[in-house]
């Protein structure tokens, strides 16, 4: 009962620092597109023109699509780590 406990807790760890890894993957993506993505440098009369609203919404669903992206990939990785961890505790 204590060995089985132990490698709980092993796994929970490692499950932890791929989640960690992940999170801090997600981060520098993020950050890397925000270096990409042209700089907010519209005034406020610019704000009312017609043409920064659909520029600005599609910039922002460009973002969503991007971040949903990565969010689906993380937790097929996720995933497959799980189902590899439960592979292998089952078939010692």
């Known amino acids: 009962m ?7 807790e092993k796994e929970g760890q490692m499950m932890q620092k791929l ?4 999170v ?6 993020a950050r890397e597109e925000s270096d990409v993505l ?11 023109d017609a043409n920064s609203l659909p520029c600005g919404l599609k910039q922002l669903f460009v973002a969503m699509e991007k971040l ?3 969010s689906r990939q993380a937790y097929e ?6 189902e590899e ?6 078939n010692p």
Do not use: C, F, V
């Open 2 to 8: 204590e060995k089985k406990g132990k490698m709980l």
């Open 19 to 22: 989640m960690q890894a992940q």
């Open 24 to 29: 801090k993957k997600m981060t520098r993506l």
């Open 38 to 48: 042209p700089r907010d440098t519209t005034h406020s009369s610019d704000i009312r």
């Open 68 to 70: 949903a992206t990565h």
């Open 77 to 82: 990785e996720l995933h497959n780590y799980i």
């Open 85 to 90: 961890s439960k592979a292998a505790q089952d």
